[in-house]
């Protein structure tokens, strides 16, 4: 299997999977950058994930569904391009013979899934949406600070191998702030220059690795110690209470320039 993040807008990725015959898209914002990877490799659009229905992540749902034929799956509670069949958490599907299983992660939007495979070969992926970036998570659109921790910590409980399929290039605005928030990691430092040296070379920071967003993602960090004295000095909240602390810096960070 090959997994591309096809390029679109300014810093979205449409990632797709593809087994050299078969492929599937995930998101397509737009439809043409999409017909041009199939085009080029010789590929049949066999299936759209769809993650949530902002316009970025939909627009292109319909012509790739007119021009290839492709299935449409997508979060039941959410307005998505119909026809399409609808997943929540818990949900099983079967796509390209990759068994994926789709988890609720409500906070960007109020119904937003994540897909999730165990084995692909032999490594797990995810393909996430806006809720997780590297370095960083997406903003509090339609949910609580409360249901975004949850589905963030959802996504961390995962293998420490999973590959994190975000969709949009935000990860070196996302670490300068992780910087100021931990300024004290190591690993972070270390990590920020391995992304900027791949975005001097035009190449994607993405997929990240969950076992290392978990050491360097202030989100994901919320019970480390550093991020909750960071997190009491910005507004005073509580650096032992996980979902005030998370609160404080989603807070930060929309702030932060
Ligand atoms: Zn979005």
Redesign the pocket.
Known sequence: MTLIPVPAFQDNYLWLLHDGLRALVVDPGDAQPVLDVLRQRGLQLDTILVT?H?A??VGGVDRLRQETGARVFGPAHEPIPAPFTPLAGGDHVQVLSVPFRVIDVPG??AGHIAYFADDVDGTPLLFC??TMFSGGC?RL?EGTPAQMLASLDALAALPAATRVCC?HEYTLSNLRFARVVEPGNQELQRYQQQCESLRQHGQPTLPAVLGEETRINPFLRAREPEVGRAAQAFNGADPGDALAVFTAIRQWKNEFR
């Open positions: 949530h902002h970025d992540h960007h939007t949406g806006d997406g659109f969709a």
